[in-house]
C-alpha cells in the first residue's frame, strides 16, 4: 500500500523532444505527489509538485499531469535539455504525517542526447 | 532558500569503526529531519526520523542500535554508523522542512557517501 511505482526505468530523449515519466500508487491516503532531479552524487532537489485538487500543474518547461481515479501522475518535461540529463524520482505523502514523510519511486535515469 | 548542508560529503573507514555524519539546516530550524540511505541506482529509503529533543524514529528494518541519531538542536542531527561494515556503505542523505517563496517545502542535503573497506 505504501509503494510509488515508476517506469520507465532509463528514458533517452532526443534534445528538443518531451521527456515522459510515469508513476503510479496505491495508498489512497497520499495527498502530496512531488518529483525530484537528482545528479550524480547529490542530494534530491525539488522540482515539482501537485496535490490531488487539481489535474494539472505547469512550471516552465516542466507539467505534472495527475489522474486521481487512476491513482496515476507524470512528469512530462518539454523542449528537453541536455542539462536536463539526471535522474527524476516521484514520491507521495499523506498530510496525516504532515507530508514530511515521503514514499519514493524507484527513479527514472533520464539522459538528453544532441 | 533554505538550505541543508551534510559533512562529510565523503567518508571512507575501515571495518568496525565508526563514523559519524551531520546534517545542518543552515538558515531555518528544523524540528524534524529525516535520514535517507540510498544504494546506487536506487531509489531513496527512508532510515529514521530525527525528533529535536526526543528519541529517534527508526522505519521497520533499520538497526538503532546501529545507526544511532541524535538530534541536539534545532539545526543539527547526527547520524553516526557504529562498527561499519562493507554493506553500509552507501550514500546517506538527509531532509529537513524549511520554506522556499513562503511554502513549506522538504528540502536535501547533498549526501554523504559512506565506503567501509
Known amino acids: 500500500q505504501q509503494q510509488v511505482k515508476q517506469s520507465p526505468q532509463s528514458l533517452i530523449v532526443q534534445k528538443g523532444g518531451i521527456s515522459i515519466i510515469n508513476c503510479a500508487y496505491e495508498?489512497?491516503?497520499?495527498?502530496?505527489f512531488p518529483w525530484y532531479q537528482q545528479f550524480p552524487g547529490k542530494g534530491p532537489a525539488l522540482l515539482i509538485a501537485i496535490r490531488p485538487d487539481v489535474s494539472e500543474k505547469k512550471e516552465g518547461r516542466f507539467t505534472i499531469s495527475f489522474n486521481k481515479s487512476a491513482k496515476q501522475f507524470s512528469l512530462h518535461i518539454m523542449d528537453s535539455q541536455p542539462g536536463d540529463s539526471a535522474t527524476y524520482f516521484c514520491?507521495?505523502?499523506?498530510?496525516?504525517?504532515?507530508?514530511?514523510?515521503?514514499?519514493f519511486g524507484t527513479g527514472t535515469r533520464l539522459t538528453i542526447i544532441p | 532558500g533554505a538550505v541543508v548542508s551534510q559533512h562529510p560529503s565523503w567518508v571512507i573507514c575501515k571495518s568496525g569503526t565508526s563514523v559519524k555524519i551531520e546534517c545542518r539546516s543552515l538558515?531555518?530550524?528544523?524540528?524534524?529531519m529525516f535520514w535517507y540511505r540510498q544504494f546506487p541506482k536506487q531509489s531513496l529509503m527512508l532510515m529514521a526520523t530525527?525528533?529535536?529533543?526526543?528519541?529517534?524514529?527508526?522505519e521497520q528494518g533499520v538497526e538503532k542500535d546501529k545507526f544511532l541519531i541524535n538530534h541536539a538542536s534545532l539545526t543539527l542531527s547526527t547520524l553516526t554508523v557504529t562498527s561499519a561494515h562493507p554493506e553500509d556503505s552507501s550514500f546517506y542523505i538527509c531532509?529537513?522542512?524549511?520554506?522556499?517563496?513562503?511554502?513549506?517545502?522538504?528540502?536535501f542535503g547533498e549526501g554523504s557517501r559512506l565506503t567501509v573497506l
Open positions: 514520491a507521495a505523502s499523506s498530510s496525516t504525517f504532515g507530508n514530511e514523510k515521503l514514499t
Open positions: 531532509s529537513a522542512r524549511g520554506t522556499r517563496n513562503g511554502l513549506g517545502e522538504l528540502f
Open positions: 530525527s525528533n529535536e529533543g526526543s528519541k529517534a524514529t527508526y
Open positions: 495508498n489512497t491516503a497520499f495527498d502530496y
Open positions: 538558515d531555518f530550524q528544523a524540528t524534524t
